[in-house]
C-alpha cells in the first residue's frame, strides 16, 4: 500500500466557472461531435467505494451527485468519499436501501454510486504520442472482449502496468458499462482511452506510426517471455475471451506470442493473460 | 489452443469396481477422516461448460450426474460433454430451466452443472514432495483469499502456470464453492490440495523441508522481478483482498517482495497479483 495521495484540490467545479449545462450541448458542430463520442464510452455511472473514491480524488472529470445506501457500517473509506464530495462541493445524496439497489445495476455496488460526465474520449493520434509523463507510447488494444467484468480488471491492471492508452473497437459495444466502473476501481479516470471504428485499421496506423504491435495468440511458437522489448513504442492487442483475436487483427500484428503453459488446462482468463503481457512489458522497461 | 486431449478412458467407475457405497463409509478410522477431511474441501457441485468437460476428462473423482438445463442451443462443448458422460456412464438428467436455475448455486452456470464426489484432501507432507511429474514443490499459499471469484480465477492460473500443490487455511472456509468451481474452469481436477490448521504453522514446516517461501507483500522493497529462483522448492504466500498477509505469516515468509505498479492506483486485485507471482516462477524456471 503505498501513502495516500493527496485529493486533487481546485479540479472539481470551481464556482466561478461558466455553467455547462444542457443549453450548452451541440452549439457547435464540434462540441457535438465531442459530446456524441464522449456518450460512445460511456462511464456515467460509478459503482462501488474504490471507484467512486478514485473519480473524487482523480478530479479528472465532473461528478454530478454521490448515492449512498443510508445503512452503511462507518468504513475509513466512506469518511474519504464524503470528505472528497465536500472539498470538490459534489452533492451527496442518502437514499433508503430500496431505493439504492433500484438504482444500482451492477451485483454488488457496496452501498455506493455517483454519477458523473462521460468519460472524455480521445483521438488514436493522441494516443500515439508520449503520455503527461513522457512515457513512450505503451498502448492496448482489445479486440472484442464483451464481458464487463473482464474488461474492468484489464483495465485496472492496465493502469496500474504504466499502459499509457487503451483502444476498443466502437461497433463492438465496448462501452463503460457500471460493473465495467466497479471492477477498473478508478483505473478508467486516469487511463487515456479511444475508440476506433475497426482495430485492423488502428493496427494499420500504429504501425504507419513505428509503434509495435504484439499479439496474443494461443497458438503462436514465440513466448511472451522471449519477447525483445526496448523502451519502443508498443501496442499490446488482446482477443475475445474464447475466440481470440480475429483473422484480420491477427494478420496486421508485427509478431503473435503465446504465454507458455505448464499444467492440463489449456487456456487462461483473457484478463490473467492481460496482465501478464502488461507486466512483461513493465518489467521489461524498469 | 492446444489439441484436444483424448478423454481420460477407464478413469471412471468401471462396471466390475466394488461399490464404494454409504454402507462401506466410516467403518475404519482411517477411511471415516479421510472422507470428513475431503468433505470439508468440498468442490461437489461443479457448475458451467468448462469446469464440468474438464471433470469428466480429467476421471479424478467420480461423477455422480450430469444436469442439464432442457433449453440448450448446441455446442460443440456440449456433445463434449454428452460423450464423456457417456463413456464414463455418467447420468445425464435433463430438467426445465427453472428446476435447473433452483439447483444452480452461480450467477452464470451456462446450463450445466454436475454432482461428482468430494475433492481428495492432500496431506502437506505428500505436496513437499515432487509430483507425479517430477517437477519440485512449487506450491501456493492462499492466506485468507475470501471472494470465491477469486479464489476460482487463482486456482486456474495455479493449474495453468504449473503450480503442484495449494495450501489452504482450514478455519478461513477455504471451501470449494460452486462459484469457486466454475471460476476454476476445471483446475480443481488436476491441483493437488491440502487444508491445514494455520498457514504460519504450515511456513514452518515448509522451511524445516527446504521449502523457499515467497510471500507478496505490497510494503515489500524487493521487487517480484528481482527474485533470484532458481530450481529450487518454492512456495508463494498471497494475502487476503485489501488486508493482505497477517502479521505472523510475513513474519515467517523468508522473503517479502511487491509488485512494482507504474501507474496511479495503488493495488492490483489479488488473481492478477498471483497470476503476476506464478508466472514469474515458471518463467524463471523454463
Redesign the interface.
Known sequence: ??AR?APARGRGPRPGAPARGRGQRGTTPIRHDVASRARALGGEQVEGRHAVR?LLL?GTRRTREVIMASDLDPAPIIDDIIDLADENKVRIREVGRNKFESMART?APQGILALAAPLREHELDELVTPDARGNPPFLLLLDGVTDPGNLG?LL??A?????TGVILPRHRAAHVTPTVTKSA???IE?LRMATVPGLAGALTTLSARNVWTVGLD??AST?L?DLTLADSAVALVLGAEGA?LSKLVRQRCDVLVS???????????V??AG??AC?EV??RR?
Open positions: 500500500m503505498t495521495r478514485e482523480a451485483d480488471a485496472r491492471t493502469e496500474c502496468a504504466g499502459v476501481a478508478g483505473a486516469h494461443t497458438a513466448s517471455f481470440g504465454i507458455p503453459l505448464r499444467g492440463r488446462l489449456n487456456s487462461l482468463n484478463s490473467v496482465a501478464l507486466f513493465t518489467r524498469v
